[in-house]
């Protein structure tokens, strides 16, 4: 009687553990598919979030040509992060102040593209081999290699590609051309902007010129 009983128990035992272990692939199972429609979710957020900053570009870049940049101051997509719309009014704010440094610049006027520089010590310029810190040094600096419209001929922008660093800081890469002069130099640019005091200023520039003609 005893090993009978013995026998029920044991087999009771294994059916027990049996239907543990198959509750436990159900939840396994059902835990996994849970966790993949999240991840689809994100997915297709992330597409769209990265599909509206595109968008966002395109209409920006529509504007510049509009403005009569003819097409000189591009906009190369990039992937921005999860909130598309103030990776939006970054890129925009940036693009104004490179619009407006470009027709400073054409107009011979130096002092008001310094202008969005950034009026500090702290600031930075690297070019040719050399760092420049400060602004006033900066803008003596500019002075002395351009002292004249001539020198100076018709700046414009291409390739640029603006990432925004959060809500207060962005980076710019970017090529230049200046042409209207009797060689037409050229090369490529890298920008920190900060958000300073409610404007958008270089906080370091390094630029480069190409040796090598187009």
């Given amino acids: 009687m005893s090993q009978s009983r013995g026998a ?5 035992t294994i ?9 436990m692939m ?16 994100k997915l297709v957020q992330l597409e769209s979030s990265r599909a509206a ?8 870049q529509a504007e510049a040509q509009n403005a009569g940049n003819d097409g000189n101051l591009q906009l190369a997509p990039e992937e921005l992060g999860d909130d598309s719309r103030e ?10 102040v490179l619009r407006a440094q470009q027709d400073a610049w054409n107009a011979g006027d130096i002092d008001q593209f310094m202008e969005y520089y950034w009026k500090s010590d702290e600031l930075t310029f690297s070019s040719g081999g050399k760092t420049t810190r400060s602004w006033q040094l900066t803008l003596e600096r500019y002075r002395q290699r ?30 230049w051309r200046l042409t209207e002069r009797d060689d037409e130099p050229h090369g490529n640019f890298t920008l920190n902007f900060r958000l300073i005091d409610g404007r958008w ?6 630029t480069s010129k190409s040796e090598e003609p187009d």
């Fill in 146 to 175: 351009y002292p004249s419209a001539r020198e100076m001929g018709k700046l414009t922008f291409g390739e640029l590609e603006i990432t925004p660093l959060g809500t207060e800081a962005a980076m710019v890469l970017g090529q």
């Fill in 15 to 23: 059916v027990l553990a049996t239907v543990a272990v198959m509750l």
């Fill in 201 to 206: 200023l270089i906080v370091h520039d390094h």
């Fill in 87 to 96: 990776g939006a009014a970054v890129i925009s704010a940036i693009a104004d």
């Fill in 8 to 12: 029920e128990s044991y087999g009771q």
């Fill in 26 to 41: 159900t939840a396994g199972a059902a835990y996994f598919l849970w966790q993949r429609h999240l991840w689809s979710r």
């Fill in 53 to 60: 900053m595109v968008a966002e570009q395109l209409k920006i």
